[in-house]
């Protein structure tokens, strides 16, 4: 497979429904950047679904997926948030948030039911979901002296790097720049060639 440094979340809040014997599964489908907003949504949503008898999720967070976690909310073992999970990993999404709110309607569904249930809500949510395909970038530190500034700016404009801040102290500047995933080996061993920087990795985005 082929390095990319590109991936897939949705835009904003989406949401879809399914109903089965007279219970009604309400699929929330989010966009989320840190697991601090997962507790967030959920309380909020507990609050204004105050009567459903479940509240089960899954999510999914960083670049290659890495952060992948579920949670049944006292539903049978595995029959909510792993099909919720599924439907995610479906789509090839990441840094997404599926809640599935049921009220119940008085029938057991069975673990087929459950299954077939919870991974269809989430699914009608992601259906209604607007993907974006976000690049990774990368943030670097470059310090040097000033009379050699002008080979960073080449260096910037070449890579097609970004600047996101410039100062001087004293006879020195330091940068901050952006750069796609793909091109951020080939900036940075092209500036440490020039054997004039010192260069620090900050952060990938």
Not at 20 to 38: H, Q
Not at 114 to 136: F, R
Not at 153 to 175: D, R, V
């Amino acid at each position: 497979m082929l390095f990319s440094d590109t991936y897939k979340t949705i835009a904003v809040k989406s949401e879809g429904e399914f109903k089965d014997k007279g219970s009604k599964f309400l699929g929330f489908a989010y966009p989320i950047t840190n697991e601090n907003e997962v507790k967030d949504i959920i309380n909020n949503l507990k609050k204004e679904h105050y009567t459903a008898a479940h509240h089960c999720y899954a999510y999914i967070l960083g670049t290659a997926q890495e952060i992948q976690k579920s949670n049944d909310d006292r539903e049978p073992n595995n029959t909510a948030g792993k099909p919720i999970l599924r439907a995610i990993l479906s789509k090839q999404l990441t840094n997404t948030l599926v809640v599935v709110v049921r009220h119940f309607g008085g029938k057991l569904l069975g673990v087929p039911g459950l299954i077939h249930a919870y991974g269809e809500s989430a699914n009608e949510a992601l259906k209604a979901a607007t993907i974006l395909e976000k690049i990774i970038t990368e943030h670097h530190l470059v310090v040097g002296d000033y009379e050699d500034e002008n080979e960073v700016y080449k260096a910037y404009k070449q890579f097609g790097a970004k600047i996101l801040s410039h100062t001087y102290n004293g006879t020195q500047f330091s940068s901050i720049f952006e750069v796609r995933k793909t091109k951020a080996i080939e900036i940075t061993d092209y500036l440490k060639e020039k054997r004039l920087f010192e260069i620090k990795f900050i952060s990938e985005q």
